[in-house]
């Protein structure tokens, strides 16, 4: 009897987007001398772990440690928006369920002002170490946001999700849409340059700090707890709107 020689693995849905154009979509053959872990396997295709919440071996649901053998037929899934699955089949919970709180890497300033001003919690320092990422990540159960796959194949990493868009504002709607987060947010409610949250305050308590033009043409102000930084309803103020409204839209009717 012939001795099969491979494993086949099929990706499923946003997993795709990590894997060679010709393995799209499609059931990919894996040589296989000998036994090895499903997760270093997956993460061989260029899947990083973080992406994945389900893992289904020879029809039966696994996890990370199982072994892959000849033969195996793997089936591996991203989290699911439609909860058909049982909490005991899951690799991880979802964060979106519980209040969204980042963490992302250094070449992501620009995401970081856009989802601070659409009141997400969301750590930014251009300075953090890909250690300072990962231990930030993980101690705060935070999602690590992230053009680098390398990073979030990082094994301490739980969290964590790899940008396929390039343009900060795209990276936005990305972030809401794959995380579900329509409903959690809050805009200008927190510091875009510190993270920390907004507050209203007097006019007259800060008058000295403005613009002669601005403390003519305005009457509310918030100012931040931490940094001080005081904010209006700028110039830009409306079409921010305009676009946060257009990320909050239902999906047009087919």
């Known amino acids: 009897m012939q001795v099969r020689e491979a ?22 053959e ?5 036994p090895t872990a499903v997760k270093d396997i997956i993460e061989s295709f260029g899947v990083p772990h973080p992406e994945v919440s389900a893992i289904v071996a020879n029809y039966e649901f696994v996890d990370f440690r199982y072994v892959v053998r000849r033969g195996d037929r ?3 899934y991203p989290p699911f928006q439609s909860q058909w699955l049982r909490p005991g089949l899951i690799l991880r919970p979802d964060l979106h369920r519980e209040e969204p709180r980042f963490v992302l890497d250094v070449h992501l300033g620009k995401l970081a002002a856009y989802l601070r001003m659409l009141g997400m919690d ?12 990962v231990r930030i990540s993980t101690e705060e159960r935070r999602v690590l946001l992230t053009r680098d796959r390398g990073l ?7 969290h964590g999700y790899w940008l396929r868009e390039t343009d900060s504002r795209r990276q936005a709607a990305e972030v809401i849409e794959r995380f579900d987060l329509s409903g959690w947010i809050r805009p200008f409610s927190r510091c875009m340059a510190c993270n920390d949250m907004l507050e209203a305050v007097e006019k007259e308590s ?7 033009r601005v403390a003519q043409l305005h009457t509310e102000f918030q100012r931040c707890r931490r940094c001080g930084r005081v904010y209006w309803k700028g110039s830009h103020y409306d079409r921010m709107l305009a676009w ?3 990320l909050t839209a239902p999906p047009a009717s087919p």
Do not use: M
């Open 74 to 76: 793997i089936a591996v």
């Open 122 to 133: 969301t750590l930014y320092q251009s300075c953090f170490s890909d250690p300072e990422l």
């Open 244 to 246: 946060i409204k257009q």
């Open 206 to 212: 800060i008058e000295r700090e403005l613009p002669a």
């Open 30 to 34: 894996r040589l296989l001398l000998v």
């Open 7 to 28: 494993a086949y693995f099929r990706f499923y849905a946003g997993l795709n987007d990590h894997l060679k154009v010709d393995d799209r979509y499609r059931t990919v």
């Open 152 to 158: 979030l194949k990082h094994g301490a990493v739980d």
